[in-house]
Structure formats: structure tokens, C-alpha cells
Nanobody
């Protein structure tokens, strides 16, 4: 069974750093684009950053210059380094990956269950 598991969330003071990790497991043939999304209370889920298998990245304007996405293809993992955190960054952060499994030629998007990041002012 394919799954994504996030870790690294928690409580941090404004201006501080936090690093999120997401590990994919199961019968994985290939991970294509991976990304981080977030959903604040009462708001819609929004894109934070994405990274292709070759390392091309894309960021939301609100996090550009503060957040860095990276991945380790050998570990089937994606990371989000968050610096200069602001109270408005408070949200549940979700990992998403497009995965091709070993047992099927189908490619599908998978989501993790999320990890809560709370930034105090």
C-alpha cells in the first residue's frame, strides 16, 4: 500500500525555522513531482512548493525566499525547510506526490495526512 507520512511539525516562534519531512513507502516504482500544500483553519488548501524529479522547483509568492523544498530520490523523501516563519504560516501542511507503483502502470496522486505547524507571535 502506497502512503506518504509527514513529520517535523510543531510550535515555533515567529522568525524561527522548522523543517518538514515526508517519506513515501510501499510498492513504489517512481515518484514524479512532489510538493507541499497547506490549509489554515477556515481556508482552502493552497500550494506551498513543488519539486520535479530532476529538481525544478516552484513556490507560492508568499513563501518565496523563506522556504526551500528539496528531495532525496534514493530515500523517496521530500523536505521543506521553512525559515523566517510568520504567524500566517500557521496551518496543517500536507505532502503530495505523483506516484507510479510497481504493481500497476497507473500514475496517481497521493496525499499524506498532514502535520500541524503553529507559529506564535
Amino acid at each position: 500500500q502506497l502512503q506518504l507520512v509527514e513529520s517535523g511539525g510543531g510550535l515555533v516562534q515567529a522568525g524561527g525555522p522548522l523543517r518538514l519531512s515526508c517519506a513515501a513507502s510501499g510498492s513504489i516504482f517512481r515518484l514524479n513531482v512532489m510538493g507541499w500544500y497547506r490549509q489554515a483553519l477556515g481556508k482552502q488548501r493552497e500550494l506551498v512548493a513543488t519539486i520535479t524529479r530532476s529538481g525544478s522547483t516552484n513556490y507560492a509568492d508568499s513563501v518565496t525566499g523563506r522556504f526551500t523544498i528539496s528531495r532525496d530520490n534514493g530515500k523517496n523523501a521530500v523536505y521543506l525547510q521553512m525559515n523566517s516563519l510568520k504567524p500566517e504560516d500557521t496551518a496543517v501542511y500536507y505532502c503530495k506526490s505523483q506516484i507510479r507503483s510497481r504493481v500497476s502502470t497507473l500514475v496517481a496522486d497521493y496525499w499524506g495526512k498532514g502535520t500541524l505547524v503553529t507559529v506564535s507571535s
